[in-house]
T-cell receptor, first 112, second 114 residues
């Protein structure tokens, strides 16, 4: 079992839909949770950064962390064609073990 | 807006040749990471620097890969000799320090080994 599991999709939704992206993980020692957006042939762009359980909102994006279930989510409201990209979840143990453990990424397509 | 710079953006080489990638992190960022991303996968760490010191190179194939950050600022990743299986995106990321897990990525170098 990989440390971080993420459904690779692809996921196709109509413009304006609410998108839900999810990851599960196996190691309860993870402390920091991130979502990155990656356009084709580009580097990952940090979208959301959270610590511990709870919700964090930034514009149309909401990140949720449920440490008891080892489950994180990213919600995108009023999705736009420009949101079409691969979304990567990532997590780290923190401290000197700062390297990120990534999921495989979910490819999202928002159709006009 | 401060960004991580990488060059070249694309590199095509033949197997057994040497290749090198360069990264300039965001100014003031002490921690620098090199990741490799195979198509359809998430990035995986190769090496982590804190200033000029290696913090973690446990996943770096040291028989052919080397990395340095001599002055604690920019960094070079080298592969010699390149193999077909090295074809991937090589990503550099930086963060303010070891205790700061907010990592910012550069645009990457896409390597194709023929």
């Amino acid at each position: 079992q990989k440390e971080v599991e993420q459904d690779p999709g692809p996921l196709s939704v109509p413009e304006g839909a609410i998108v839900s992206l999810n990851c599960t993980y196996s190691n309860s020692a993870f402390q920091y949770f991130m979502w990155y957006r990656q356009y084709s042939r580009k580097g990952p762009e940090l979208l959301m950064y959270t610590y511990s359980s709870g919700n964090k909102e930034d514009g149309r994006f909401t990140a949720q962390v449920d440490k008891s279930s080892k489950y994180i989510s990213l919600f995108i409201r009023d999705s736009q064609p420009s949101d079409s990209a691969t979304y990567l979840c990532a997590m780290s143990y923190g401290g000197s073990q700062g390297n990120l453990i990534f999921g495989k990424g979910t490819k999202l397509s928002v159709k006009p | 807006e401060a960004e991580v710079a990488q060059s070249p953006r694309y590199k095509i080489t033949e197997k057994s040749q040497a290749v090198a990638f360069w990264c300039d992190p965001i100014s003031g960022h002490a921690t620098l990471y090199w990741y490799r991303q195979i198509l359809g996968q998430g990035p995986e760490l190769l090496v982590q620097f804190q200033d000029e010191s290696v913090v973690d190179d446990s996943q770096l194939p040291k028989d052919r890969f080397s990395a340095e950050r001599l002055k604690g600022v920019d960094s070079t990743l080298k592969i010699q000799p390149a193999e077909l299986g090295d074809s991937a995106m090589y990503l550099c990321a930086s963060s303010r320090g070891l205790a700061d897990n907010e990592q910012f990525f550069g645009p990457g170098t896409r390597l194709t080994v023929l």
